[in-house]
């Protein structure tokens, strides 16, 4: 295959050059553990603290409320088990949403069979949640509210604001799962009244495998992983010196870089969105056509198996996505369209496509292109397709 156009940075990106350049001597020179007495070893420590400092000045909060996780997903366990476990006396009672990645829903699940009670909030059709409804779910025992910043799938923003001000308005807690929103539009912890923000290196440009959950001061959560003292005390481990690297000089590089990038991929994305309504029939935009992140198109293509249509896709060399990276391979649509109110055959022809600041106007030319040719062909051969051309003809 001679070309490569990767259309799945919602999936995980690239990690930036200099973000690998800043890391390597963290392996091979600099490798001392940051807790150790020694001058070789403790400049880590150093190292680390400006990492945390960079990651502070993008979200408009101190760096000792920054804690660095294995991840996205582990900072999104973390909220919503220690908020449980911490406010027990309170209530047991969580509101979150429908559309949840689901390193939230999952852990939903799991403190339901412990005795939780959860709120899984509805969505409008473009992905939004409605604060009415959210003001209607809260309860005298309600502990902690949970809902993303931007939704991976379909790119839609949510109005954390006002959620993060009904929040504070109750007295409950505020986690927000960042992980497709941060870097890529403006967050302020303290305007958004946010009590736990979760966000991840590889989405990006950093490593994989780091992220980190932020904690306002005051807010009193457990430790997730017992050990050493490490991250004030809440989450042992000796620290993953490259990745706070890593991902430190990745939000650095997103923080100053995000007006630009998201200028020209929002002008990418809706010259994308214009071709694929204008040029292919019987599609549909799936999120918010405005408030959504800047490099997110999701379409739905009625007529056309979306698993079908991502294999003709990557005979081409496009690399898409149906739904979210962890719910393929699995039958079932995606929750989030289902949540949106699309029917299971139109969830089922599905497609993702999510932008870098590389992708050129060239290779979406190329995919749009792509895109009528499999689109047509796939259709040619459905027979809920030729039963509906029949009837729109008699
Ligand atoms: C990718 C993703 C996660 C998980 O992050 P990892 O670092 O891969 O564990 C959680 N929430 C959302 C919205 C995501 O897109």
Redesign the pocket.
Do not use: T
């Given at each position: 295959m001679d070309r490569l156009i990767y259309l799945d940075n919602?999936a995980t990106t690239k990690t930036a050059p200099e973000v690998v350049e800043a890391m390597l001597p963290y392996f091979t020179e600099n490798y001392g553990n940051p807790s150790s007495v020694y001058g070789f070893a403790a400049k880590n420590k150093e190292a680390v603290t400006k990492q945390r400092e960079e990651i502070a000045k993008v979200l408009g909060v101190l760096p000792k409320e920054i804690y660095f996780t294995a991840?996205?997903?582990?900072a999104?366990n973390w909220a919503l088990k220690a908020a449980a476990e911490c406010c027990g006396a309170k209530g047991n009672h969580i509101i979150t949403t429908k559309i949840e990645?689901h390193?939230i829903l999952h852990t939903a699940q799991y403190l339901e069979k412990r005795g939780f009670e959860v709120t899984y909030l509805d969505v409008d059709e473009d992905g939004v949640v409605d604060l009415d409804g959210l003001r209607a779910a809260i309860r005298p025992t309600t502990i902690l509210i949970s809902v993303?910043f931007a939704n991976?799938e379909i790119g839609t923003l949510q109005p954390i604001r006002e959620i993060g001000e009904i929040a504070k308005e109750k007295g409950i807690l505020f986690h927000t799962?960042a992980?497709?929103a941060f870097g890529q539009v403006p967050i302020s912890a303290d305007e958004c009244h946010i009590d736990m923000l979760?966000a991840?290196g590889?989405?990006l440009n950093g490593p994989k495998g780091i992220?980190f959950l932020y904690i306002r001061t005051g807010v009193k959560i457990r430790s997730f992983v017992h050990g050493g003292a490490q991250e004030r005390k809440r989450r042992a481990g000796t620290e993953n010196v490259p990745g706070i690297i890593g991902i430190g000089t990745a939000v650095k590089r997103a923080g100053d870089t995000m007006a630009e990038r998201a200028k020209k991929e929002t002008e990418l994305r809706d010259y994308l969105i214009g071709r694929v309504l204008n040029e292919i029939p019987y599609t549909k935009l799936n999120g918010h056509p405005k408030k959504r992140l800047p490099n997110n198109a999701n379409f739905s293509f009625r007529f056309v198996e979306g698993e079908s249509l991502l294999i003709m896709l990557d005979m081409k060399g496009i690399c898409a996505s149906s739904g979210s990276a962890c719910t393929s391979g699995s039958l079932d649509p995606s929750h989030v369209l289902l949540a949106i109110g699309l029917p299971h055959e139109i969830a089922h022809g599905s497609l993702r496509l999510t932008l870098s600041d590389e992708t050129t106007k060239e290779e979406i030319d190329y995919v749009v292109d792509c895109l009528k040719e499999i689109v047509s062909h796939l259709r040619e051969m459905s027979p809920l397709y030729e039963d509906f051309v029949k009837k729109n003809q008699a």
């Open positions: 919602a991840g996205g997903s582990e999104d990645h390193a993303m991976n799962d992980v497709q979760s991840s590889h989405k992220g």
